[in-house]
């Protein structure tokens, strides 16, 4: 049994939550975000040769970053780091948030999500600063919690990640 | 070469030993060659050989070293050197060591004593719960049974739980390292769960600002309880279910300590892969067997039960038997205690009781005694012979049985002998020594020395004493022979019998010979006592004794004179003087004229002629039958009856008292009539039927001759009729009298009375003053037509009730006027004013001339203050907003003064609260808000004190708008509730 502790970060109503209800087993309710401000869920993602469980650990969504529980974070392997590609802003919480966890704990592989794809006539991201991001080496994807789309991709590629 | 070889190596030194040294082209050959090596060779060494220089270096290095070094081998090699400084220091300064660790033990030994604390409780509230119940008897004969305490029995059996789950997490990630659950219990995704527990304690941690090391100690949820144990780089949570005792805690702990100890390593590398720690599921598994299950079938109580109810009746029965036989022996000791009992023989056989022995007749049924051993009677069977106990307290029964001793002689048992004190007769002493005698043979001592002989001798002389102080008695010799007693003397027949003086005393009158002569003592009493019974004195004369003498008194004939006088001479040769000089002589004569002289005072009788002739009494004259008896009144006047010789002719006495007596027999008047006598009249007083009053006329007319006047003017005819007649009148002259009653017509006829009239409602019911007029309601036959009195009173009572006048307001009678005084609002004084008109019509004066308006400005004022006030509202509402609360308290306030006002003023103000809309939205809807708002006024009216029947409310709706409308909005003056104000 292998499992990783993965957050997942991002600002207010980035849809976070809505990205993973579909993929995930959960047993825990949404209301644990707004009681306990984190909720957990567990994503296996299967390779040929084992099969890694990412714990996933939705935290509350705060455009607020002073607000941000960072012990939440303490023992992770790897971020989720959402921003809502209609919200240009939401882009840079989910980068400040990174900022604020690698300064805690350390460098640490992370994914970039930018969600909401779907809603192509309020898209307020340019190709060219996705690319820009990609330059960089990271991992980026557009997904949309709607279609699903490239959301198993992007977890498969968070397990190959953080399970080496 | 050679020298740099022994340079580099002291053992070339001897190999080269003869090559020669100071060969300065070799030196400096060297220079050139090895001159760097050299200087830093000897740098080196220099840094070697000073052990200051050497310290700094290796204490630069030391850190980096160490962090190098190989874990396992630097910890061997240091452990007794850090043992060995910390025990110095600990000896050293202890306190050093203890401030170094305080913040670490701090925290756990709080947690252990608060775990203990808990413990405690938990093992004395589990006690208390239990210590009355069924369960805890059980329990305390378990604790019994097993030497344990009995806290901790119930503890064992109230704590039921079972550990189900057990997770130990890493944490630093909060990933699930391993999870056991027992055999049944279920649960969801351990990892997620295990991730959630330790977000949670993160949460805890967080919010609370906790900065412990420990985080949550204990959740609970119902039955469910998470317990968890923080060790160094893992927490392991037990999920228990049920009510497990505190000492689990320790359990879990060691189990994690036991897991760091193994496991430290890996737990501190974890990163997700649990495969790293294999055997730690099976530490886990030590925890989930945790449980306690209360057993059903422990202990076999149904043996317990049989042989316990067998052990019962076994040891009741020996008990039983036991405590029978102890009672036969209580009783066995009872019977051997007693006098004259004696058990020959005694045992027990098949429960029952054989006993055989002696017993005197006089001592105790051994029967008897059986009553209070609670042995029972019906098991007992005796055999007991009689015998005659030679007990001294047997013989002493017997001998006062047969000797009968007097009741002078005590017998007593002293020291096994029998002692007779006191005083007998000779014979009894005498029988007493014979009884003595007979007991010598083997029987106790009966020891009679103790009686003194009393003989009838010394009984004789207190007799002849006692004889010799009578009075009347004259003892002249007495003498004792052969126990016989000769006595002869005088004895006056008046005085006491010597023979009943006798059976006072205890001698024996059949041994008594007496001989008395009657003589006549000449002591005083007896010879007054003779002259009594000789003389016979008439009442008139008393006998008395007066210094020895005999003195007599009063009136008395001749003759009895005479024969006393004869009877003094007598006496006076050594007897007591009788004087009888007080005795006045009455002669018969005398005595005649008195018994004449009486008669002549009683009334009825008239004497016409007497005389005294020969010795005898002659008497004529005329007696009424009424009056005393002649005969009667000589008795008590000493005249012989025998000698008066009378001759009464029967006559009607003319007195008054005679004609009276007459009278009331021949007339029996009625017990309304009283006859009298006023100055010689007889006279009749009262009421009587017309029949008595005629016969008494009669009466009075037979005696107008001679006889005394009866005078019966005084009585009154009453026939029942005529009574009726006059209760009747008196009836209807009460009415007349009463106020608001006008008698029209009155008659009686056939013993029945009509009337009729007319009367004022507010005048008293005739009917009612009927009763105590002695008139019977059945025969009277009224009608009565009501009116209106004029009458003052009846006009006040009847304006009090039309005009209501209000407190301010007096109506008085003055000299047959109707005055009203007083203050009253203008419409008040208006109806008063029509009512006078109206009454001045029939004749009565109501004067209002002089009431005066009341003063109604300050009313005005704030009638006016009332209805400019307006509560407002936002456009749709029916509520006024916050803003109108002042306006509402303020109206609420003038209301009430307004209401109370008035009030004292006599007037009823009544409120009419009017709601309002704007235009805006259909009419229907504006009249229902208008009516609406109206409504909430007067309900925040009420609220605020206003009474609710004096509020009115209605709807406007757009009807009466403040303000004429021309916005599409609507205007917010028109949205109110205004208030108008009447009086009433």
């Known amino acids: 049994m292998l499992q990783k502790k993965i957050c997942m970060l991002g600002g207010f109503a980035v849809g976070k939550t809505s990205l993973v209800r579909r993929f995930v087993q959960s047993i825990f309710s949404e209301n644990y975000l707004t009681t306990v401000g984190v909720k957990i869920d567990k994503k296996s993602v299967a390779f040929p040769d084992k099969t890694v469980d990412l714990i996933l650990w939705d935290l509350a969504g705060e455009d607020d970053i002073g607000s941000f529980r960072v012990s939440y974070v303490r023992g992770a392997t790897g971020l989720v780091l959402v921003v809502d590609g209609t919200r240009p802003a939401t882009l840079g919480v989910a980068l400040t948030l990174r900022e604020r966890c690698e300064a805690e704990f350390g460098a640490m592989p992370f994914i970039l999500l930018f969600n909401k794809s779907d809603l192509t006539d309020r898209w307020a991201i340019s190709d060219g600063e996705i690319d820009e991001l990609k330059q960089r080496g990271w991992q980026v994807y557009l997904t949309s919690a709607l279609s699903g789309e490239h959301v198993e991709e992007a977890f498969r590629q968070l397990a190959s990640m953080v399970a080496k | ?984």
């Open chain 2, 1 to 984: 070469m050679v020298e740099i070889a022994r340079n580099v190596d002291p053992d070339n030194h001897a190999l080269y030993e003869g090559v020669p040294a100071a060969d300065h082209r070799l030196e400096r050959l060297r220079q050139l060659l090895v001159g760097v090596e050299i200087s830093e060779l000897s740098r080196v060494t220099h840094l070697l050989d000073e052990p200051e220089q050497l310290a700094t270096a290796v204490g630069n290095v030391l850190p980096e070293a160490t962090a190098r070094a190989s874990h396992a081998q630097l910890g061997e090699a240091l452990a007794p050197a850090v043992e060995r400084a910390a025990q110095r220091s600990i000896q050293k300064n202890p306190n050093t060591l203890t401030d170094i660790l305080y913040p670490v033990f701090l925290p756990a030994i709080r947690k252990s004593i608060g775990e203990k604390i808990d413990q405690t409780f938990q093992s004395l509230n589990e006690s208390l719960r239990h210590i009355f119940t069924w369960h805890g008897l059980k329990w305390r004969f378990e604790a019994w049974r097993t030497g344990t305490s009995f806290s901790a029995v119930v503890l064992k059996h109230s704590l039921i739980y079972r550990v189900e789950h057990v997770f130990l997490i890493s944490r630093a990630s909060g990933l699930l390292i391993a999870h056991v659950t027992s055999q049944d219990a279920t649960s969801e995704d351990p990892q997620l769960i295990s991730s959630m527990l330790s977000a949670i304690q993160d949460f805890v941690r967080d919010s609370f600002n906790e900065k412990e090391n420990s985080g949550l100690d204990t959740i609970r949820f119902g039955e469910l309880r998470l317990w968890s144990e923080v060790g160094q780089f893992a927490t392991l949570v037990a999920v228990i279910r049920g009510n497990p005792p505190e000492e689990l805690h320790e359990v879990i702990r060691d189990v994690l300590l036991r897991i760091h100890q193994e496991s430290s390593r890996a737990l501190e590398r974890f990163d997700g892969d649990s495969s790293q720690l294999p055997g730690v599921e099976t530490q886990l598994q030590t925890c989930v067997e945790l449980q306690h299950m209360d057993s059903k079938e422990g202990f076999p109580w149904l043996v317990v039960t049989a042989a316990l109810l067998v052990l019962t009746v076994a040891g009741g029965w020996f008990f039983l038997s036991w405590q029978a036989g102890q009672r036969w022996q209580t009783y066995l000791s009872r019977l051997a205690t007693q006098p004259g009992i004696v058990v020959s023989e005694q045992k027990i056989r098949g429960g029952q009781f054989y006993i055989a022995g002696l017993r005197d007749p006089l001592a105790v049924d051994p029967q008897s005694l059986l009553s209070g051993t609670e042995v029972d009677p019906a098991r007992v069977h005796s055999n007991w012979q009689f015998y005659q106990s030679l007990e001294p307290v047997f013989v002493l029964k017997r001998l006062t049985a047969s000797l009968a001793p007097p009741d002078s002689v005590r017998l007593s048992v002293a020291n096994g002998r029998i002692v007779a004190e006191g005083e007998a007769t000779t014979t009894w002493i005498n029988r007493a020594r014979a009884a003595a005698q007979q007991l010598s043979a083997g029987g106790p001592v009966f020891d009679i020395s103790g009686v003194r002989d009393v003989s009838a001798e010394e009984r004789w002389q207190a007799y002849v004493s006692r004889l010799e102080t009578q009075p009347g008695i004259v003892v002249a010799d007495q003498n004792v022979r052969d126990g016989q007693f000769y006595i002869t003397g005088l004895r006056d027949p008046l005085a006491a019998d010597p023979q009943s003086l006798l059976a006072e005393t205890q001698v024996d009158p059949s041994r008594v010979h007496a001989s008395w002569q009657f003589y006549q003592s000449l002591e005083p009493q007896f010879v007054m006592k003779r002259l009594t019974a000789s003389l016979t004195p008439p009442d008139s004369v008393r006998l008395s004794v007066v210094d020895d003498r005999i003195v007599a008194a009063g009136e008395a004939t001749t003759a009895w004179i005479i024969r006393a006088r004869v009877a003094a001479q007598q006496l006076s040769a050594g007897g007591p003087v009788f004087d009888i000089s007080g005795v006045r002589d009455v002669s018969p004569e005398e005595r005649w004229q008195a018994y004449v002289s009486r008669l002549e005072t009683q009334p009825g009788i008239i004497v016409a002629q007497q005389n005294v002739r020969d010795g005898q009494f002659y008497i004529t004259g005329l007696r009424d039958p009424l009056a005393a008896d002649p005969q009667s009144l000589l008795s008590g006047t000493e005249v012989d009856p025998a000698r008066v010789h009378a001759s009464w002719q029967f006559y009607q006495s003319l007195e008054p008292v005679f004609v009276l007596k007459r009278l009331t027999a021949s007339l029996y008047p009625p017990d309304t009539v009283r006859l009298s006598i006023v100055n010689g009249r007889i006279v009749a007083e009262g009421e009587a039927p017309d029949t008595w009053i005629d016969r008494a006329r009669a009466a009075a007319r037979q005696l107008s001759a001679g006889g005394p006047e009866f005078d019966i003017s005084k009585v009154r005819d009453v026939s029942p009729d005529a009574r009726a007649a006059e209760h009747w009148q008196y009836y209807v002259s009460r009415l007349e009298a009463q106020p608001g009653i006008i008698v029209a017509q009155q008659t009686e006829r056939g013993g029945h009375f009509y009337i009729s009239g007319l009367r004022d409602p507010l005048a008293a019911d005739p009917q009612a003053l009927l009763s105590g007029t002695g008139v019977d309601p059945a025969r009277v036959h009224s009608q009565w037509q009501f009116y209106q009195s004029l009458d003052p009173k009846f006009v006040v009572k009847r304006l009090t009730a039309s005009l209501s006048p209000p407190k301010t307001i007096r109506l008085s009678i003055i000299q047959g006027r109707i005055v009203v005084v007083g203050e009253a609002s203008a419409g008040w004084i208006s109806r008063a004013q029509a009512a006078a008109e109206q009454l001045s019509a029939d004749g009565v004066v109501l004067d209002v001339s002089q009431l005066r308006e009341l003063n109604l400005a300050e009313l005005n004022q704030l009638r006016e203050a009332i209805q400019t006030t307006d509560i407002f509202f936002s456009s749709g509402r029916v509520v006024p907003g916050p803003e109108q609360t002042p306006v509402l308290d303020r109206l609420a306030d003038q209301l009430k003064e307004f209401a109370e006002n008035a009030r004292k003023a006599g007037v009823t103000a009544r409120f009419m609260l009017t709601g309002h809309s704007d235009t805006t939205g259909r009419e229907t809807a504006n009249a229902s808000i208008s009516a609406a708002r109206a409504e909430t006024v007067r309900a925040l009216l009420n609220k605020r004190g206003v009474a609710p029947e004096l509020l009115l409310v209605r709807g406007a709706g757009t009807f009466e708008p403040a303000v004429p409308e021309n916005s599409q909005t609507g205007s917010s003056t028109n949205r109110r509730v205004s208030i108008t104000v009447n009086l009433e």
